[in-house]
C-alpha cells in the first residue's frame, strides 16, 4: 500500500506514537524541511499524514522516550544547518515543536541509546563533511549537553549502536562513504569512547546496521554498499574486533539496510533498498553468518529508507520504505513461506480521484477486501480478494457528490459488513447495507 510524504522522503522510523498499540510512521522529508507522521489502524493501514517542521534538509530520523513521561518523542539530523532537532511527542500522535541541538558539519544519520548507564537516553550523530561523530549526553527531562565529537573515517554516512565486546557498554560503528571502510569506537560506558577501529568494506559504504547473523551472541555488521551493489557482512569475535567482510549481491545502488527475522526461523535476515534500481533485496539467513542469493521486490521511484515492523498484527514482520523522487512510502506486508506481498496496483477509473479507502470482509469468504471513495466519479468502488492474494475488477456503487471518506461496520447487527460514505459535495453521509454475496448493497 502507498502513502503521500512530503517531498524527497529520506528516512523512515516507526513508533506507537498514540499509544493505542498499533504501530506508527514518521518520514524525514529532505527537501520541504518536515517530518510526515503517518498513524497506524489496527489493518495495516494508515491516516494521512500530519506534518512537523524540522531544520534544513533533515537526512535521518530516530524515536524514543527522551523525557520519560512514556511518550514517543521524535530527532531528526538536519544535514544543510548542522543541527539535530528534538520534538517531543504529546502521547496522542502529535508533537511539540522542535529544539534544536548543535552537531558536526552536515549530519547525515542519527541512533538513540543510553551511553553513560543514567537511564537517560542519549544522541549520536554522523557528520559527513567533518569527518565525525557527536554525542550528546541526554538529561533524562526532553533536553541534552553539548555535543562531544569523535573522529572517524571520510564522509560518516550512518551510524549504528551494538555491544561490540560483551561488556554491558554500549559501542558506536559508523559507515565511511569517501574511504571505503566502517570505523567502531568502544564504549567505557560512562558516555565517552575510545579511538576508532577501521574495517574494509565494499565501494561507498552508505548504511550499517548490527545483530547477530551466526547465533553466537556476538553482535555483528551488515553495511550497504552504493557503489558496487554489494552488502557487507562482518562477524565479530566478542572483543570488539570483527572478521573480513564476506560480500552478497543486492540490487543497484543499495541506499538503506535493516534486519529482522522475516521467516520465522529464529535467524535474522537482511532487507536492502535499491536506489537506483528502484527496488528492494531480502537475503535470508541460513543462522551460520551466511545468507541466500537476494530476493528482489519493486519499490517506487529511488528508494531511500527502509525500517520494519508488525503493522497488521500478524505476528510477521512487514516492510516500509521511503520512496524519495516518488513522494511516498509502500508498505509490504509480510507473508508465509519466506515473502512479501508485492505492492498492487488496483485501477480506480480514469478521473476517479480516490480519497479514501477501508478494509473489511464484504462477502464473508475469509479474505479481506477493499472499499474505495472516488471523488471524482461518485461513486464506491469494492475490490473483492481472491484467495491468491490478488484482486478482482472493482464493482462500484454510485453515491452522492463526491465522496470523500470510507469506513465500514456491521450497523443492522446481521454479521454481515455495512459502508458508510460522507459526501463532501453535498453534506450527506450515505450508508450501503452488504449482502453476502458482496456484490449488492
Known amino acids: 500500500m502507498t502513502y503521500s510524504t512530503g517531498f524527497w522522503p529520506r528516512s523512515v522510523a516507526i513508533g506507537d506514537f498514540n499509544n493505542d498499540t498499533h504501530l506508527d510512521i514518521v518520514v524525514a522529508n529532505q527537501a520541504d524541511n518536515t517530518v510526515s507522521v503517518l498513524i497506524g489502524y489496527d489493518n495495516g493501514s494508515f491516516a494521512n499524514q500530519k506534518t512537523y517542521q524540522t531544520g534544513s534538509s533533515p537526512r535521518s530520523v530516530a524515536i524514543s522516550d527522551f523525557n520519560n513521561d512514556t511518550h514517543l518523542?521524535?530527532?531528526?539530523?538536519?544535514?544543510?544547518?548542522?543541527?539535530?532537532?528534538?520534538?517531543?511527542?504529546?502521547?496522542n500522535g502529535s508533537f511539540a515543536n522542535q529544539t534544536t541541538y548543535p552537531t558536526g558539519s552536515?549530519?547525515?544519520?542519527?541512533?538513540?541509546?543510553?551511553?553513560?548507564?543514567?537511564?537517560?537516553?542519549?544522541?549520536?550523530?554522523?557528520?559527513?563533511d567533518d569527518n565525525t561523530t557527536s554525542v550528546l549526553l541526554g538529561y533524562g527531562n526532553g533536553s541534552f549537553a553539548n555535543q562531544t565529537t569523535y573522529p572517524t573515517g571520510s564522509s560518516p554516512r550512518s551510524v549504528a549502536i551494538g555491544d561490540f565486546n560483551n561488556d554491558t557498554h554500549l559501542d558506536i560503528v559508523v559507515a565511511n562513504y569517501d574511504d571505503n571502510t566502517i570505523s567502531v569506537l568502544i564504549g567505557y560506558g560512562n558516555g565517552s569512547f575510545a579511538n576508532q577501529m577501521n574495517y574494509s568494506t565494499g565501494s561507498a559504504p552508505f548504511c550499517v546496521a548490527v545483530g547477530d547473523f551466526n547465533n553466537d551472541t556476538r553482535q555483528d555488521i551488515v553495511v550497504a554498499n552504493a557503489d558496487d551493489n554489494t552488502v557487507s557482512v562482518l562477524l565479530g569475535y566478542g572483543n570488539g574486533s570483527f572478521a573480513n567482510q564476506t560480500k552478497y549481491l543486492s540490487g543497484s545502488g543499495p541506499s538503506s539496510v535493516a534486519v529482522g527475522d522475516f521467516n520465522n526461523d529464529n535467524r535474522l535476515d537482511i532487507v536492502v533498498s535499491n536506489w537506483n534500481g528502484n527496488t528492494m533485496s531480502v537475503l535470508l539467513g541460513y543462522g551460520n553468518g551466511l545468507f541466500a542469493n537476494k530476493m528482489t521486490y519493486p519499490t517506487g521511484s529511488s528508494p531511500s529508507s527502509i525500517a520494519i515492523g508488525d503493522f497488521n498484527n500478524d505476528t510477521r514482520l512487514d516492510i516500509v520504505v521511503a520512496n524519495a523522487n516518488g513522494r511516498s512510502i509502500i508498505v509490504y506486508f509480510g507473508y508465509p513461506k519466506e515473502s512479501f506481498l508485492n505492492q498492487m496496483k488496483l485501477i480506480t477509473g480514469n478521473g476517479s480521484r480516490p480519497r479514501s479507502f477501508a478494509i473489511g470482509d464484504f462477502n464473508n469468504d475469509g479474505q479481506t477486501d477493499i472499499a474505495v471513495a472516488n471523488s471524482r466519479t461518485n461513486n464506491v468502488g469494492i475490490f473483492l480478494r481472491y484467495g491468491n492474494g490478488s484482486f478482482a475488477n472493482q464493482i462500484t456503487y454510485s453515491t452522492d457528490s463526491s465522496p470523500w471518506a470510507v469506513a465500514v461496520g456491521d450497523f443492522n447487527n446481521d454479521m454481515i459488513l455495512d459502508i458508510v460514505v460522507v459526501n463532501h459535495g453535498n453534506d450527506i453521509v450515505g450508508i450501503f447495507l452488504g449482502s453476502e454475496r458482496g456484490c449488492r448493497w
Not at 544543510?80 to 520534538?87: I, K
Open 73 to 91: 518523542d521524535i530527532v531528526v539530523a538536519n544535514g544543510d544547518d548542522n543541527t539535530t532537532s528534538v520534538l517531543l511527542g504529546y502521547g
Open 106 to 128: 552536515s549530519p547525515r544519520s542519527v541512533a538513540i541509546s543510553d551511553f553513560n548507564n543514567d537511564t537517560h537516553l542519549d544522541i549520536v550523530v554522523a557528520n559527513a
